[in-house]
């Protein structure tokens, strides 16, 4: 599964699939084939699938929300989510390699904006901006030595 100490905005690749042990007789002994498969969306089309190969786009991020005039943390909200991509289609050998450079910087570009919106969006307080008439400050001039 997803390493449980990722943090920040990344690609997490899992390379490790399934099989079975044989016994002496030739019959499957072991078979780990279909366990624990993940659910897996198709890049392409959207559609969903299982697979126990993939990989994920990830942000792990932590928001903020700080008042503009004292500067003082007023909230913090984590927020960890991810998407598990794959092509069932794909013939590559690498998994890294199955999706596209530019499908999987699309993917992590929307998941990034949806990982932010929803860690404001579940702040107590919410995000507000009050506009308020510009004063003008005095300038100071550097003392010279």
Do not use: C, W
Not at 36 to 59: M, R
Not at 66 to 95: C, G, Q, W, Y
Not at 115 to 120: C, D, G, N, V
Request: proline letters at 7%.
């Amino acid at each position: 599964g997803m390493g449980p100490k990722l943090h920040g905005l990344g690609v997490y690749v899992q390379p490790l699939t399934g099989g079975s042990l044989e016994g002496q007789d030739g019959n499957p002994e072991i078979d780990v084939r279909n366990q624990g498969a993940s659910d897996t969306t198709n890049p392409e089309d959207g559609q969903k699938n299982k697979s126990k190969v993939y990989v994920a786009p990830y942000s792990y991020i932590q928001v903020y929300v700080i008042d503009a005039k004292t500067m003082r943390v007023l909230e913090k909200n984590a927020r960890h989510d991810f998407t598990k991509l794959n092509d069932p289609t794909s013939v590559a050998l690498d998994v890294g390699r199955s999706i596209p450079p530019e499908v999987l910087a699309t993917s992590v570009g929307s998941l990034i904006e949806r990982s932010a919106a929803r860690a404001i969006g579940e702040t107590e307080i919410g995000a507000n901006v009050t506009i308020q008439e510009v004063k003008p400050v005095a300038v100071s001039t550097p003392a010279k030595k």
